[in-house]
Every structure is written in C-alpha cells, then in structure tokens.
C-alpha cells in the first residue's frame, strides 16, 4: 500500500524577502505574541491537498507541469490577525488577477482529484506567527514588500521531533 503525504501548492519566498521577513516580524512582535514561522517555510499557499497517496501526487504533479500561467508581482500590504487557527499573517490589499486564476485552477483540480477544498474564500496569506489565538498589537503597517512570481511550488509539509518543515518537492516555472 502506498504511503501518504501531507502535500500543497506553494508560492515560496525568495531567501532575500524571507530575511527581510523575519527581521521585521522580530522587531515588530512581542515574543508572547505567537509561534514564529521558521524564515524557510514563509510560503504563501496555493491549494492545500491535505494527505495524499503517492499515485495521486503524481497526477497532481502532472497536471501542474502543464499549467501555463503567466508571472505576476504582488505587494505583501496587508496585515491581520485570526484568532481561531490562531495565526497573524502578511497579505495583499490587491490580489493580482493571475494569482486568483493560478490558486482557482490548482484548488479545482485538487478537488476534482479527491482533496477536500475549503469552502471559505481563498484569502491569499503568508502566516508569520501561529499559536497567536489572544489579542496581539498588530504594527500599523507593514514595508509593502513586492514577490515577484515566476514560479509555483509542490510541498511536503513534515513534522519531526516538534518541528514542522515545509519540504519543496517540485517547482513549475509561470510564464514571462
Ligand atoms: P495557514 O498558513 O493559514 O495555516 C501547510 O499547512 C499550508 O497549507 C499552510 O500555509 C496552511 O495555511 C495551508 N492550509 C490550508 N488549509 C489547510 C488545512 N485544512 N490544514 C492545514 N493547512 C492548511
């Protein structure tokens, strides 16, 4: 029998974005806040797949190969706070039209291959802090960092010995 694994589509940071990232969430947070995000799993999610066989990773996998979706930059402007799954996350005030049809096709075909997708709206989001389910002083704003999109990623989310970490599996170039 197959393993299963928990899988997602990804748009990742560059390293340099990350640093940025993490620098301001350490001089903008206090620690009692929450839980920060490792500066190497600072993504921002595309489609959850939840746990998935191997069989259907690959026909997820091959079904991204073949997406042609253009390259698109978005300006990471926004800022909030959910207490319930207890997160405080950087967001956009203007989602790009590309990013909305890359997450609607990938979130489709996930749900057409089995994996359950949320009914909630997508709501595009980089968690920063988790474990953040009291009050927190959010900074007024945030630097308006701009990701600049070229390519979207399959990730394996992994838990060992009380660490999460978000393994990159495969990338997809989105087209200039
Ligand atoms: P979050 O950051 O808002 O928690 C890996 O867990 C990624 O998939 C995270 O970015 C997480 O979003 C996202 N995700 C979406 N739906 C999820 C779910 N039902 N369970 C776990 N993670 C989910």
Known sequence: MSESRRLFFALPL???L????????????????GRPVAAANLHLTLAFLGDVSD?????LSGIASRITSP????????LGHWPRPGVVWLGTRR???????????????????????????????VSLLRGATRPVALPAST???QLDANEFSLYESQYHQGRTRYQCLQSWPLVA
Do not use: M
Request: charged share 20%.
């Open 143 to 145: 630097p308006e960092w």
């Open 71 to 78: 390259t698109f930059s978005l300006t990471l402007d926004d």
């Open 95 to 125: 989602a790009p039209l590309a990013l909305l049809q890359l997450a609607s096709l990938l979130r489709s075909h996930a749900a057409r291959n089995g994996c359950y997708q949320s009914t909630l709206p997508f709501h595009p989001h």
């Open 14 to 16: 560059p390293t340099k």
């Open 55 to 59: 069989a259907k990773a690959r026909v």
């Open 18 to 33: 990350q640093k940025q990232v993490i620098q301001w969430r350490a001089d903008s947070f206090e620690a009692e806040a």
